[in-house]
């Protein structure tokens, strides 16, 4: 069984479209993530949701704007897309802090965005 | 701030030989830390993690040693093969869930 499923899993599509990217978990995990890798292997965190709730919102363009339905489930919508928003995109997600380790975050294949 | 320090790749190896990754980090207190592996093609999964001072994490050949007086967390292996070519990620946290990874590590092995 997929952990952390994302689709799809290629997206190509031109300038100005409006695109979404679907993440499903089914570790019960409390906390989804969204990062972006750009072509350097870089990753950068974009969003965080506990239990629904934004948590992390870093620096991004307000073209991005995330959903959570229920804590199972993390969108992401992109508005008029941009040639420079061609990356690889991963939803993750964690169990909930359990007061002495931290446990590791649990990555989808990534969804790897064109826009041309 | 807290921050992840990696040696710069890539990392051309031929087979058998032995591999370490740089890996320092800047935090205020006491981090878990984690290497993630990431596969052509494929999403992060998790290498190994120690979540305090001394702790030695290990899997698959690899180990790395968790050290407060040098703030380092270094992956070896001994014998490297073919199929570790891939890229590796040094990565900490305090909370579960703000995770702060180093810029990732390419490695090729050649046979």
């Known amino acids: 069984d997929t952990a952390v499923s994302q689709t799809p899993k290629y997206l190509v599509t031109q300038m100005g479209n409006d695109k979404s990217i679907k993440c499903e978990q089914n570790l019960g995990h409390d906390t989804m993530y969204w990062y972006k890798q750009d072509s350097k292997k870089f990753l950068k965190i974009m969003f965080s949701y506990n239990n629904k709730e934004l948590i992390i919102n870093e620096t991004v363009p307000n073209r991005f704007s995330p959903k959570s339905p229920d804590k199972a489930h993390l969108n992401l919508h992109i508005n008029s897309l941009e040639l420079g928003d061609s990356a690889v995109y991963f939803c993750?997600?964690?169990?909930?802090?359990?007061?002495?380790?931290?446990?590791?975050?649990?990555f989808g294949n990534g969804t790897r965005l064109t826009v041309t | 701030g807290n921050s992840v320090t990696q040696m710069e790749g890539p990392v051309t190896l031929s087979e058998e030989a032995f591999l370490t990754i740089n890996c320092t980090y800047t935090?205020?207190?006491?981090?878990?830390l984690f290497w993630y592996v990431q596969y052509p093609g494929e999403g992060l999964q998790l290498l190994l993690k120690a979540t305090k001072a001394d702790d030695k994490g290990s899997n698959k050949g690899f180990e790395a040693t968790y050290r407060k007086e040098t703030t380092s967390f270094h992956l070896e292996k001994g014998s490297v093969q073919v199929s570790d070519s891939a890229v590796y990620f040094c990565a900490l946290t305090y909370t579960g869930n703000q995770f702060y990874f180093g810029t990732g590590t390419s490695l090729t092995v050649i046979p």
């Open positions: 993750a997600s964690s169990p909930p802090f359990d007061g002495r380790y931290n446990s590791p975050l649990h």
């Open positions: 935090a205020t207190g006491y981090p878990s």
